[in-house]
């Protein structure tokens, strides 16, 4: 798939809640079940607050032009070495000047950012779902459990295919002595709301697949699903320091 198309499909799912983004969701969904790309789905997807400023900072610091490349995409959500070529001290002035963190945060929580990024910490979208408190969309509310959950990128595998419904096996978000970890699989039950043919054509039973807020994203490989979980899990340990 085309970088700005994958990346369409990722932030479908937040958009169609009104949690991020412009208010074009029927525009988006136009766009990725038609297949279709242009400068006007491109200037769609730049106006999300959080994710378009994260994808030009992988981008700028791996020396590569478009912010909508399929590696860079691919680094923000799922995770690649592109991460891994990031700059501390550079990772830091982009969560102060280009996101303003300690401004929405306050600053003695940024300041347990500010240690985390020291530790390790990535530009990883499961880093500010995790560490980053506050949602930073339309919507400043403090996360829960279930919306963590949700708004983390999650993998599971098709077991099952009944029309619009899909259910897979996914490992779920959990909380117990004051620290979150992700539990064994259980079985979940999901609509497509896409209709793209992709999402009717592809999608089979064993297929790996990546979710977000309640939307299959896309088919992923094993390789993939193992750096999903590799970030993810430390993101949740970096979030575990500061519960």
């Known amino acids: 798939m085309e970088g700005i198309l994958r990346c ?8 169609r809640l009104h949690y991020c983004g412009p208010d074009k969701n029927s525009e988006i969904k136009a766009y990725i079940n038609e297949g279709a790309k242009d400068a006007g789905l ?3 997807i730049s106006k999300f607050q959080t994710l378009y400023p994260y994808l030009s900072y992988i981008a700028r610091t791996n020396n590569i032009r478009d912010p909508f490349d399929g590696r860079v995409v691919e680094a923000y959500w799922l995770g690649n070495g592109l991460l891994e070529k990031i700059d501390q001290k550079s990772f830091y002035r982009h969560l102060l000047e280009d996101h303003k963190i300690k401004h929405k945060m306050g600053g003695k929580s940024f300041s347990f ?6 530790k390790g910490a990535v530009p990883h979208h499961s880093f500010h779902v995790f560490n980053v408190w506050k949602r930073t969309g339309h919507d400043d509310r403090e996360h829960t459990l279930e919306s963590m959950d949700e708004c983390r990128v999650s993998w599971g595998e098709v077991i099952e295919i009944d029309g619009p419904f899909i259910t ?11 620290k979150l970890f ?12 896409l209709e793209a043919e992709y999402d009717i054509e592809q999608i089979k039973i064993r297929n790996l697949v990546s979710i977000h807020w309640g939307v299959i994203c896309e088919v992923i490989t094993d390789e993939q699903v193992l750096n999903l979980k590799k970030y993810t899990l430390r993101n949740l340990t970096l979030a575990n320091q500061t519960l």
């Open 182 to 193: 992700i539990g064994t699989p259980i079985k979940r039950k999901l609509v497509r709301q």
């Open 42 to 44: 491109e200037h769609l």
């Open 168 to 178: 897979v096996l996914t490992e779920p978000l959990l909380y117990a002595n004051k």
């Open 8 to 15: 369409s499909r990722y932030a479908f799912g937040p958009n």
């Open 113 to 118: 950012v500010e240690d985390k990024i020291v």
